[in-house]
């Protein structure tokens, strides 16, 4: 069976410019989070998807935003993009709706730079 | 506030050493979850063990082994008779609802360990 898998694999953009990454679960999957992580540091949590409603957000302006599709794929956008929105962003998936005790598969990964 | 701290940046050791990925947590809650997860040079976090905040038993999986301590706060992860295939970085995460029946992952700076031949 497919992994999670993202893309694109690799972006760059400019300052102030809107992005879009997507990512499809593992066939079956319900729950999709999105995890930010800069270079040299753990990933930080964006948001997590349930079912399509939002059931998790960390720490992030309101510049970032999320959905997720009938077929439980989703979409991480960042507007206004800033220098310091450089980073690997990692998709992950879950079985279920069960949480923070949920087992995730990762993606690979797209790398955003912004110059 | 929650935190997880992996005060190791970077270890070495030589093939067949044990080693042994400090982690130690803050949290509020009663009820939370554990993590580790290795990341690879290819990118992918690879999830290797949850535990809850009630199960204090250690645990052991081939080379691998685990010690959870509430008292101290720290779930700690040893690797035994090291391998080069061990090289990655290796990140402790909590996991824990908030008040609002959402819930929120932080995860560490992680450790990166080399193992050489």
């Known amino acids: 069976d497919a992994g999670v898998t993202q893309s694109p694999t690799h972006l760059i953009k400019t300052r102030g410019q809107h992005v879009t990454l997507r990512c499809s679960p593992i066939?079956?999957?319900?729950?999709v989070s999105w995890y930010q992580q800069v270079l040299g540091q753990g990933p930080q949590f964006i948001f997590q998807?349930?079912?399509?409603?939002?059931?998790g957000r960390g720490n992030f302006p309101d510049r970032f935003s999320a959905r997720q599709f009938p077929n439980y794929s989703s979409e991480l956008n960042v507007n206004a993009l800033l220098l310091g929105d450089s980073a690997l962003y990692l998709c992950?998936?879950?079985?279920?709706?069960?949480?923070?005790?949920?087992?995730?598969?990762f993606g690979p990964g797209t790398r955003l730079t912004v110059l | 506030a929650q935190k997880v701290t992996q005060a190791q940046t970077e270890i070495s050791v030589v093939e067949k050493e044990d080693v042994t990925l400090d982690c130690v947590y803050e949290?509020?809650?009663?009820?939370?979850?554990l993590f580790w997860y290795k990341q690879p040079p290819s990118g992918e976090l690879v999830f290797l063990i949850r535990?809850?905040?009630?199960?204090?038993q250690n645990e052991i999986s081939g080379r691998y082994s685990w010690n959870f301590q509430k008292s101290t706060s720290s779930f700690n992860f040893t690797i035994t008779a090291s391998q080069v295939v061990d090289s990655a970085v290796y990140f402790c995460?909590?996991?824990?609802?908030?008040?609002?029946?959402?819930?929120?992952?932080?995860f560490g700076t992680g450790t990166r360990l080399k193992v050489l031949a």
């Open positions: 949290t509020r809650d009663t009820t939370y979850y």
């Open positions: 066939s079956g999957h319900k729950s």
């Open positions: 998807y349930y079912e399509k409603e939002e059931r």
């Open positions: 535990r809850n905040s009630f199960d204090e």
């Open positions: 992950a998936s879950s079985p279920t709706s069960g949480g923070p005790i949920d087992e995730q598969f």
């Open positions: 995460a909590l996991s824990e609802f908030t008040t609002s029946g959402t819930y929120k992952y932080i």
